[in-house]
């Protein structure tokens, strides 16, 4: 089985600043891959970036990079110089063989960008 | 077409009455999913379809629940005897595989709501 956990349901940021949402995982799968979606207000789900459980290097897409800890099975999400418009749920997702390759969210954290 | 298409958008149904929802993955994307999120909450899955693999049903809730998908292409979401407690947005979700990398790109979602 795999698990996701965001243990922050909520937070404020203030513009321009930097903010990480943390992310945990538990899975028995060796391989797997983990990824971040955003959600503004009109519901749509926005892909942010992935993470390959075997990846040496940390992915990084524009303002985005995740700081992946595989000992400690950890994924966090960092956006930096954060702007009005990263106002969202953002949610922490992995896909794994063990659990049918299916996509299994966490809770989410809601973030607020404050100017 | 470019993107996921769902639809209806809206709807609001009697308890009780039949519910289909309908998916357009993009093209060529093999790999289709159904998730649910209630107000405020994660993404639960639903149900997953890979090319002519049998679907992994292992997240419909209940027997009302069933999934189709047809020619590999478009699927839909039938709930019989709907209750208030269905009420949510159902998002449908494909990819080009199963595995690995493969982002799942989302659509916008049905959102059902049962009196």
């Known amino acids: 089985a795999q698990k996701i956990t965001q243990t922050q349901p909520g937070m404020f940021v203030q513009e321009k600043e930097a903010v990480t949402l943390d992310c945990t995982y538990d899975?028995?799968?060796?391989?797997?891959?983990l990824f971040w979606y955003k959600q503004p207000s009109s519901g749509e789900m926005i892909f942010l970036i992935y993470?390959?459980?075997?990846?040496?290097q940390n992915a990084t897409e524009g303002r985005y990079s995740l700081n992946f800890q595989k000992a400690r099975k950890s994924a966090n999400l960092v956006i930096s110089a954060s702007q009005l418009g990263d106002s969202a749920m953002y949610f922490c997702?992995?896909?794994?063989?063990?659990?049918?390759?299916?996509?299994?969210f966490g809770g989410g954290t809601r973030v607020l960008v404050k100017p | 077409g470019a993107g996921v298409s769902q639809s209806p958008s809206n709807k609001v149904t009697e308890k009780g009455k039949d519910v289909e929802l309908r998916c357009d993955p993009i093209?060529?994307?093999?790999?289709l999913y159904w998730y649910r999120q209630s107000l405020g909450q994660g993404l639960e899955f639903l149900i997953y379809?890979?090319?002519?693999?049998?679907?992994?049903k292992s997240g419909l809730p209940s027997d009302r629940f069933s999934a189709e998908r047809t020619g590999g292409s478009v699927s839909t979401l039938t709930i019989q005897r709907t209750q208030q407690e269905d009420s949510a947005v159902y998002l449908c979700?494909?990819?080009?595989?199963?595995?690995?990398?493969?982002?799942?790109?989302f659509g916008a979602g049905s959102r059902l709501t049962v009196l």
């Open positions: 997702a992995m896909r794994g063989k063990a659990a049918g390759n299916k996509l299994t």
């Open positions: 379809f890979q090319g002519n693999s049998a679907p992994d």
């Open positions: 093209s060529g994307h093999t790999a």
């Open positions: 899975t028995s799968d060796p391989s797997y891959g």
């Open positions: 979700a494909s990819s080009l595989a199963r595995a690995g990398a493969n982002v799942l790109t």
């Open positions: 993470q390959g459980s075997y990846d040496q």
